[in-house]
């Protein structure tokens, strides 16, 4: 019997609850939005007692099914001041699915000012002062916490970003090797951990039983050809458990909306230095590895462990967006100072998307030369100390700038966008524009037909189908994000007609339903009509729907520029 | 006749227009407002080249009027985001309004990255480099522009906080004796002046004729009775003169509402030691002097000289609001260190309110201990140089909030609230809330009503009476801020009957007019729509016209609360 968890801090103290409507049902991205819609006033600060941090596994998280192991964590985001899911990889997801957690909800605030850590067994919930943890990095923490609870336990934990409620800190998951790799990175969430004086969950799912099948044969059939199609497509089979998610940079490059010099240009000249193809290279020499996947049952594969030149373990979990963050944008063209910072965010617990594109500001503002790596890290060396520069860096692209002065600042409701320019990929414009999660790929991932050609064909650098494709890709991955499926599954949704009948025939199987694929669109909408919702009462309107003034500059090499009215922009939401 | 001067600071030139509709008749906060609204995109960045700088006398201004020479200076703010009047003392707008200037409207942004000082006199507009003022205090500024352009010249500048493009910096105005204690203080409009890259605006009327009266005989009739009126109110005839603003200190103490360590306590039992009446003594034994105006012509007078221990000149235009702000939001009782710390804010170009407020936030945080003078002191004077403690705390209390995460934060749109805790004085916190200026007194001072009495009774304690209170003060403030006069004449208007028709009068004989009392009335809604519908569009609702959380905590002594619900609140400009 699935049950919702509530953890208050303040008295650090524990309920179960059973799941009723308005939750009964949801899973993911929709339990998260749903709870902090129903439960969290719009207009609170973030940081206070009456925000709340959700965590949820997926519909099908838990279960044998492909690729499901992902966690949607929510809250009021301290970075947007808007509501927000981020959604990760690594071990903890699949075990609160089999304990029958179908939600954690993280409230209150202690007085005290003490770190705690939560352990979560089939026994129940334990509070432990963090004494010993408090100010570790998460690489440490995930090691001692493996160490004193077991190697193999599920972990969530902040690092120092988190500690000091630094507005762009991110949540950390071990991976199957207890490593931080993986992250909940946009957003802030992780200050919002920090708030709650919540330094790491620990979940344990020793002796607990397989998750429930209603359909036991039927849900069996269903996730073996589930698997198949996975491993049939291009990408989810082939390119991404190769090369990583670094594939996209010459892909992109190659597209011209590869953002560079803070979104001057959309090719760098480098750009080879930092493919996936030159990362695979090196990690066959140096004895890395690639193809792991974040969590058990994954079969695509698209982690990987990437050494120093000395052939020692520098960071995992290393993606495009990262790369790109702190490669091109940057003009830092040296793959193990980018791993280095990639390794030093996932330790501090800093989205290192907004990592990248504060480095763009600061660069922009004349504080770091532009490429010049060693400056770079030095920079980030600051967060966890005293040093006050941590304070400003830590808190993202919008705040660096407004404290330089600077106003070339790519972000949307303050948060930096992602890899690809939206005057070569107009598409991701209008996601990033629109999103309720603020500047953001994942949550309409137009990239897929617009640049890889799944699911059609659309022109990237004219304006025409585009609104569509963003709004149905956002309607499409809010569901997919309540599965606990990775999104990289989409491509092969896009492509294949039998992936998304079989998805709904697994939902169905595993909890005795009768759902269609209208459903799953009717989830989608019922999730953006909850987010759309709280911004607007947040204060949200649609002015904030935009993208910087200075995307109307014209971006080599196509010369496009972000040519959407306010008025085409403004259909996104309509009639949602 | 009348002209708006133009100033593009990307080519160094200008140009002259005729005043014709939309601005045709209209005075400072109006034209400012109106201006905005006309000419800048609500969206856009405020210190990018989009954003205008805009000037405004009053339209009484620079005739024989009392208390008549105040400026507007409008833009978009770079604090809170939406749109701004600040209103400012000092030589320059009866000298701008003699020259037959209306507005001066500072646009564009040069590339060069180098500061300009722009000269207007009867002969014309000259652009100077300003090499040698860049990295000045305004102390400094207007002496050596005293000392070059001749004494008694009218200068606007900005210290290094506005250089830097802090979002709190002011803008300075030259007292009769050349001092910078007058200020555009509050939303940052010193940060749009530096991204202009205007260091100074120098005016000089030197030949100017007189204004023009429509009809003289019935102009001076009516100015020779508005001076009597103000004369003959105890507040502006006697209490301001005698003590200043800082009158306030023990009269709003009190009242148990001068907020104490950040909002606490409604009462701070060393106010005595702040207070105008201690002042006024030390300025005796010191030989400072009371009783001076901030523009010739002003019969309120309630400037002063303050010396420190040593009877050397300190600070003036030394005000209710920065003492308060910097003493008891803080703790700090020593009235020569909130004196010295007004004075480095005056020079640095920094709103002394914001800087109070913010102080309470880095206390909060624990990086200055509460009441500790000199480390307050100490971290004053880092805004001017390289350490960059001085770009976070130059950014205002909701900025220094996020950097430390402090979520104890008195602000409404990003603007920290000053000297009136809205639990007991429930008619400014109506204002704070509501003023499309973000958290400001100025803008519906009900005060005046609630605790002392001006313009009826009214209970502060209660929610009673206070939403119509405010509504129509709000209302006869804009009108106000667009004539030229003093907020300092609202007491006498509020008690005497025949005030308001003295100022219609006044204004009719001066362009030849017939307008009525509800044509000010008119006037003030007009501007406010301007107002509230750029903001609007900037993206603000009604979300952000709230108090922060914590004031819903009772109060002491009075243990009130902040009681108004939202709907109470969003009645506010229903049908403006």
């Known amino acids: 019997m699935a049950r919702i968890l509530r953890l208050n801090m303040a008295e650090k103290s524990y309920v179960w609850e059973e799941v009723k409507a308005p939750y009964a049902g949801l899973g993911g991205r929709a339990m998260t939005s749903r709870l902090i819609r129903q439960e969290v006033s719009p207009t609170c600060h973030p940081l206070s007692a009456a925000n709340k941090l959700v965590l949820a596994p997926g519909l099908l998280t838990g279960a044998t099914v492909a690729s499901s192991g992902r966690i949607s964590v929510g809250g009021k985001s301290p970075l947007t001041g808007g509501i927000k899911e981020s959604n990760s990889g690594g071990l903890l997801s699949q075990k609160l699915a089999r304990l029958g957690v179908q939600a954690v909800v993280v409230e209150g605030r202690p007085d005290d000012g003490e770190f705690s850590v939560v352990r979560l067994t089939k026994d129940g919930v334990e509070f432990f002062p963090a004494t010993e943890y408090a100010g570790l990095g998460n690489y440490e923490t995930m090691a001692r ?72 044969e039927e849900f069996k059939l269903a996730a073996h050809k589930w698997a198949k199609i996975l491993l049939a497509h291009p990408i989810s089979g082939q390119a991404l458990p190769t090369y990583g998610t670094a594939v996209l940079i010459n892909i992109v490059n190659e597209a011209g909306a590869l953002p560079t010099q803070n979104f001057r240009r959309g090719r760098f ?41 000395a052939g020692n373990y520098l960071t995992s979990g290393f993606e495009y967006e990262s790369i790109w963050a702190m490669g091109a944008n940057t003009l830092i063209r040296n793959l193990d100072e980018v791993a280095l910072m990639d390794r030093l965010c996932d330790d501090f617990g800093l989205d290192t998307i907004e990592w990248g594109v504060t ?23 600051k967060v966890p100390t005293d040093d006050v520069w941590g304070r400003i860096v830590g808190n993202g692209s919008a705040f660096t700038g407004q404290a330089l002065g600077v106003d070339r600042i790519p972000a949307v409701k303050r948060q930096g966008l992602p890899a690809y320019d939206p005057r070569a990929e107009k598409g991701i414009g209008l996601t990033y524009a ?26 990237p650098l004219v304006k025409g189908g585009n609104l569509k494709l963003s709004h149905d890709l956002q309607v499409a991955t809010a569901a997919i994000d309540s599965t606990g499926l990775c999104l990289f599954t989409a491509f092969a949704v896009l492509d294949n007609p039998e992936a998304l009948p079989c998805i709904v025939d697994m939902i169905n199987a595993r909890y005795g339903l009768a759902l269609t694929a209208d459903d799953v669109v009717s989830l989608g909408q019922a999730v953006l009509r909850d987010e759309v919702s709280f911004n607007r009462d947040a204060g949200f309107t649609t002015a904030q729907d935009r993208l910087p003034d200075f995307f109307q500059e014209k971006l080599p090499p196509h010369n496009t520029t972000w040519d959407f009215s306010p008025e085409e922009i403004d259909q996104m939401w309509k009639g949602l």
Chains 1, 2 share one sequence.
């Open 434 to 459: 629109t999103s309720p999660m603020g500047g953001d790929h994942t949550a309409g991932y137009t990239v897929a037909t617009n640049i890889l050609g799944c699911g059609g064909q659309a022109n």
């Open 145 to 216: 916490l493996w160490e004193r609870f077991g190697k193999g336990v599920g972990v969530m934990s902040i690092g120092q970003a988190g500690e000091k409620r630094l507005t762009t800190a991110s949540i950390h998951f071990a991976d199957p090797w207890g490593r931080p790799g993986r992250a909940a990175g946009r957003g802030g969430l992780g200050a919002l951990m920090g708030s709650k004086k919540l330094k790491a969950l620990v979940v344990d799912d020793k002796g607990a039983p397989p998750v429930p099948l209603a359909r036991s």
């Open 359 to 381: 480095l763009g500001v600061l660069m922009e503002g004349g504080v770091i030369p532009w490429g010049d790596g060693p400056a770079a890290i030095a920079m980030l060396k």
């Open 269 to 309: 000249e480098f750009a080879e230095d930092l493919s996936g193809e030159r990362m695979a290279e090196l990690i066959k020499q140096r004895g890395g590895k690639t193809k792991e996947g974040c969590h058990p049952g994954c079969v695509i594969q698209c982690s990987q462990t990437y050494h120093d030149a």
